[in-house]
């Protein structure tokens, strides 16, 4: 086998022309600085910025602007809507990342189901996954609301109660969950069923000859082996979770009052709704914080070899 | 024993089914929504029989929903051949190799993963209208990369490493240049798996809602902008709503359909080597 260098001789020998053997060396800057300089472009400088706006008294109203020092931050640790939106935060992150892993391990196992059609069945529980976030928050709208909706008709035909699901403190933010879950707990199911399928049947099978019941196979044998995916999956839904937006905004629009707002919607509240950039800025220093903090914790916490 | 056998089989269809059937009744609702009459559609209690009628749609493309339509199409195009133009050859340096600035890179694409699109946009908003930007494709375009650019690099670089270095150093020394070595060997052996990274962030960009609702204008609103303006203070028109949303989910389910394979293959693979 020729080295590195050989090649490179030989083929800048065939290439002929200069111009060709000097973008044959320099190759991979080529190819991956555009995208590196397009993302710095669009994602680091405005984080730069954020970081440094949240430092200032900036306001789209009358655009004058100077540094504050730690005002922003001040003002946000003492303000009464602060810690009941970082409850939200935490409420809506946890409960929709733990809720859909479980259950969405529960769907991966029963898609193992050997029988004709399972790929069809399969298939179709996909189609959640691929519906756009916008069409679930209006349909999910549509589903609970109190008069039309079809959730409190079918209590009503089961003589339950039936509360009006989108004007209730308490229930804000179990619907948000509910119609993030008909979403999350098929992706969780897709990506965990992947992961599934690769654990070894001889290692089951040797548990099994060794008298342990299906269930203990499958908590000491399958989950441990399914370790490095269960974090992925947990990891990439805690993530999913400070994102959600529109699941929130159109569903509940963060109501009533400030029941169901999480940080994020505040952010967009804030900035874009009532213009104060400078203090928007200082939340999302905030959220990134927490965000890392989750992170570094799950990394800390959770087992990530099999 | 084979009784428990068959028993435990017909409990786990039984509970496939019952799933089916609670991921189906929004999609039920969607279908026969969209074909009520309108006054039906805003019925309560609800009514679930009703003459069908194209009403809704005739309302909703009446203001101006084709036009979404019309800006939806553009934007993932856009969206979706410029991320793939700078990410698929990065997700191949990144695969390969080592240039300057490797470990910087691959730090960076978690980061940019974990921060929430908030963040970004507030700056980007006020840069825009600086640049006058705001409710252009290219704006739109740029923006929608802080999110899909990562995710391709990060995806293709991972198929980008199933192919085997071998064939590449082989046509090298046929004399191929890298260039030649990556069009002609490399690329087509990822192709399937490039293909399914297109169809993925494809279906993201058309799927997106809050860069729009943010950065967009009059003239550049997507559809999945445009369908809330259906949505009222009381909510009372459900019906064009449900047309607006059946128009949103049927292109992106047939697209699925025809590569079924290679988008599932596509979903697993990003999660398990990413």
Not at chain 2, 216 to 238: K, L, N, Q, R, Y
Request: contains cysteine; aromatic residues 12%.
């Amino acid at each position: 086998m020729a080295t590195e260098a050989e090649l490179d001789v030989r083929a800048r020998r065939k290439s002929g022309t200069h111009v060709h053997a000097y973008a044959d060396r320099y190759f991979m800057i080529l190819a991956s600085w555009p995208a590196l300089i397009a993302m710095l472009a669009v994602t680091a400088v405005p984080f730069v910025v954020t970081i440094g706006m949240g430092f200032t008294n900036y306001n789209l109203v009358a655009p004058r602007w100077h540094f504050i020092g730690f005002e922003n931050f001040v003002e946000l640790f003492h303000s009464p809507q602060t810690w009941p939106i970082i409850f939200n935060t935490f409420y809506i992150v946890i409960g929709l990342t733990v809720l859909s892993t479980a259950l969405g391990l529960l769907l991966a196992v029963l898609m193992k189901t050997a029988f004709r059609g399972i790929r069809v069945v399969r298939t179709l529980y996909m189609l959640p996954v691929l519906t756009a976030g916008i069409v679930v928050a209006i349909t999910w709208r549509a589903m609970f609301n109190d008069e039309s909706g079809w959730i409190n008709y079918f209590l009503g035909l089961l003589h339950l109660p039936q509360p009006t699901w989108l004007g209730s403190p308490n229930l804000a933010i179990p619907v948000v969950l509910i119609s993030t879950l008909w979403t999350a707990i098929p992706f969780q199911a897709v990506l965990l069923f992947a992961g599934l399928i690769t654990v070894p049947r001889e290692l089951q099978q040797a548990a099994e000859v060794d008298g342990a019941s299906p269930f203990r196979v499958f908590w000491h044998v399958t989950l441990v082996h399914m370790r490095p995916v269960l974090f992925i999956v947990i990891l990439l839904r805690l993530i999913e979770g400070f994102r959600l937006f529109e699941q929130i905004q159109v569903l509940t629009t963060g109501g009533p009052g400030i029941a169901s707002t999480p940080l994020g919607l505040q952010i967009y509240n804030t900035g874009l709704l009532y213009q104060r950039l400078g203090y928007a800025a200082a939340m999302g220093v905030v959220l990134v914080l927490l965000v890392a903090i989750t992170v570094g914790v799950t990394f800390l916490v959770l087992p990530r070899r099999s | 024993m084979r009784r428990r056998r068959s028993g435990i089989l017909a409990l786990r269809i039984l509970l496939l089914l019952i799933g089916l059937v609670l991921i189906g009744i929004p999609f039920l609702w969607i279908v026969l929504t969209a074909f009520k009459q309108p006054v039906v559609a805003d019925a309560s209690p609800p009514v679930f029989i009703s003459p069908l009628t194209l009403d809704n749609f005739r309302t909703l493309f009446q203001d101006g929903y084709a036009h979404s339509l019309l800006n939806s199409v553009i934007i993932t195009t856009l969206a979706t051949g410029s991320t793939l133009l700078f990410g698929i050859p990065a997700g191949y340096a990144f695969a390969r190799g080592k240039f300057r600035g490797r470990g910087f890179f691959g730090a960076f694409l978690l980061f940019s993963r974990m921060v929430p699109p908030v963040i970004y946009i507030v700056p980007l908003f006020l840069f825009f209208h600086l640049l006058n930007l705001i409710g252009s494709f290219t704006g739109l375009t740029l923006a929608y990369l802080t999110g899909l650019l990562p995710f391709t690099v990060w995806m293709s670089a991972s198929y980008f490493q199933g192919v085997p270095v071998e064939l590449e150093e082989a046509a090298r020394v046929d004399g191929c240049n890298r260039f030649k070595a990556f069009f002609r060997i490399v690329l087509p052996l990822a192709l399937p798996g490039v293909v399914s990274v297109g169809l993925l962030i494809g279906i993201a960009a058309w799927s997106e809602y809050f860069i729009p609702l943010i950065l967009g204008g009059f003239s550049t609103e997507p559809a999945t902008v445009g369908i809330v303006d259906f949505v009222g203070v009381d909510g009372s028109s459900w019906g064009p709503m449900a047309a607006g949303a059946l128009c949103l989910i049927v292109p992106v389910f047939l697209a699925t359909l025809l590569a079924q394979r290679s988008l599932l293959d596509g979903l697993t693979a990003g999660a398990l080597k990413g």
